[in-house]
């Protein structure tokens, strides 16, 4: 196999060391490169003079030297945990949002996959995902993203569900990075439609035999679902009877994911707090 090219959003909290540990022992059998990421802001300037830039790069120099300083504790602290030989390591630290340099990095690097750890907060309720993670996946273009719900135990996935409107995102090209997943994983994927409509349009009837033709070499099966208005409980109500250990969806501009998406989706405190979700980008 080629070597996988992982990157590792990091801000030193828990979850992001948790989402760091999950993918290594995800992909325990798979040769890999993990690049551990920690974006540092720059600080803004109201003034130009040469004093302020004196200032500015000094700060910046030690705001880098902090980031790399817990780099390396995390560099010793994920070998002391994952002594995998197929597994290396690199840290990087960068000035910038967290958007920029992250979609520069995943060009630069030929990353095969984005990780996140995604926070919420604890109590009665809880927030479908963190803020940074919805601003990255709006802007996906290539790389698919997974995004860990906090400080979960690694459990190896055997179903994965694939949640579809079935009006794009159905191809061959844009479900590889699942395909690719389930068959390493030797999981089932579940595909759940769910539908705006009653009937299947012309497209959707298209997709449908597209959909079957890609997964055709993964064991997987299919369920449909006719829902309007809250799509997160039928997701929530599917993943937790069919005993799904990760859910996949295609990130597509006008469809109901990314109504989802556009809102905090808030309810009981639920599966999403408790399973891994794949992000697909649309590559049709």
């Known amino acids: 196999m080629k070597t996988f090219r992982v990157l590792v959003a990091t801000d030193f909290s828990n979850e992001s060391y948790n989402a760091l540990f999950y993918v290594t022992q995800l992909l325990e059998n798979r040769p890999c490169i993990f690049y551990i990421l920690n974006v540092f802001e720059k600080p803004s300037s109201l003034l130009s003079s040469n004093n302020r830039k004196l200032d500015e790069n000094e700060k910046v120099e030690a705001l880098e030297k902090g980031s790399m300083e817990k780099l390396k504790e995390t560099f010793h602290r994920i070998h002391l945990d994952n002594k995998n030989e197929l597994h290396e390591f690199q840290t990087l630290a960068k000035p910038g949002t967290l958007y920029t340099v992250i979609s520069q990095t995943t060009v630069n690097l030929k990353i095969d996959l984005l990780v996140m750890g995604n926070k919420g907060n604890t109590g009665a309720k809880e927030i479908f995902m963190g803020s940074n993670t919805i601003h990255i996946i709006h802007n996906l273009k290539k790389c698919p993203l997974l995004a860990v719900p906090k400080e979960i135990d690694f459990k190896k996935p055997k179903e994965i569900a694939f949640i579809t409107d079935l009006k ?95 809102k905090p989706v808030i309810m009981d405190l639920s599966i999403y707090a408790e399973v891994p979700f794949l992000i697909l980008p649309n590559r049709e």
């Not at 997964?215 to 937790?240: G, T």
Request: hydrophobic residues 40%.
């Open 168 to 262: 794009k995102g159905c191809g061959l090209k844009t479900l590889e990075p699942l395909l690719e997943l389930a068959k390493y994983l030797g999981a089932t994927v579940k595909v759940l439609h769910i539908s705006e409509e009653q009937f299947l349009s012309t497209l959707q009837t298209s997709n449908k035999k597209l959909l079957d033709i890609s997964l055709k070499r993964i064991n997987h099966d299919f369920a449909s679902i006719y829902e309007f208005s809250d799509k997160a409980q039928v997701i929530d109500r599917f993943i937790k009877t069919r005993k799904v250990d990760m859910y996949s969806l295609v990130y597509t501009k006008k469809s109901f994911i990314e109504r989802l998406f556009k």
